[in-house]
């Protein structure tokens, strides 16, 4: 199973670019790597997905070097509603949650 | 709402009682997993099933838990004997079987509360 690491905390303020990257270095050559959002007293949601390279959808960039040992998560131009936390999770089936990183977005 | 839904959404119990949370998975959705959350943590997988066969327990799951999906639909988690250390949220989620690369969708969480 790979080991994630990630940032515990980051904050920011609207309007600006949040990068998080995670670190996943034992990771097999058959994982995805996957963000889940999640807000206080809610279920986690799916963010994005990727294997390698680049992927972007209409809330976010996935970012994956070709050693695939980490990732970055770009959220475009945060608000205060994107304040959550964020986990890195390296695909199996049953998902394994770190700790994750708590975004606060700030006016 | 056609999203994964769970009921009840709060539980106060004593130590000692039984209690039962029914998960509903989006109803296309052949594999329903249960996961334990607790203050500050991630989620923690459970078990999973795929259509009504449990296919994984994590060690997680003593023998005061049981989940049931009988044909394949709604899913229940039974937890007997509470204890203290129970108190946790319980998230329900549920996936398409497309290999490891399957979105989970997950439902609001039962809060759970032993007094």
């Known amino acids: 199973l790979a080991k994630i690491t990630q940032p515990i905390s980051m904050d920011s303020y609207e309007g600006q670019e949040v990068n998080i990257t995670c670190s996943h270095n034992?990771?097999?050559?058959?994982?995805?790597i996957t963000w889940y959002q999640q807000f206080p007293s809610q279920g986690p949601r799916f963010i994005i997905q990727?294997?390698?390279t680049k992927v972007t959808n209409e809330v976010a960039s996935l970012f994956i070097p070709a050693d695939r040992k980490s990732s970055t998560l770009s959220l475009p131009r945060v608000s205060l509603s994107d304040t959550a936390v964020y986990y890195c999770?390296?695909?199996?089936?049953?998902?394994?949650f770190g700790a994750g990183t708590t975004v606060t977005v700030r006016a | 709402d056609t999203g994964v839904s769970q009921d009840p959404r709060h539980k106060i119990t004593k130590r000692g009682q039984n209690v039962t949370f029914r998960c509903d998975p989006i109803?296309?959705?052949?594999?329903l997993y249960w996961y334990r959350q607790t203050l500050g943590q991630g989620p923690e997988f459970l078990t999973y099933?795929?259509?009504?066969?449990?296919?994984?327990k994590s060690r997680l799951l003593s023998d005061r838990f049981s989940a049931e999906r009988p044909k394949g639909s709604f899913s229940t988690l039974e937890i007997q004997r509470t204890e203290q250390g129970d108190s946790a949220m319980y998230l329900c989620?549920?996936?398409?079987?497309?290999?490891?690369?399957?979105?989970?969708?997950f439902g609001p969480g039962t809060r759970l509360t032993v007094l």
């Open positions: 034992n990771i097999a050559t058959n994982d995805y």
């Open positions: 990727g294997y390698k």
């Open positions: 999770l390296v695909n199996d089936y049953k998902l394994s």
């Open positions: 109803s296309e959705h052949n594999r």
């Open positions: 099933f795929q259509n009504e066969a449990q296919l994984e």
């Open positions: 989620a549920s996936s398409l079987n497309r290999g490891v690369d399957s979105e989970q969708f």
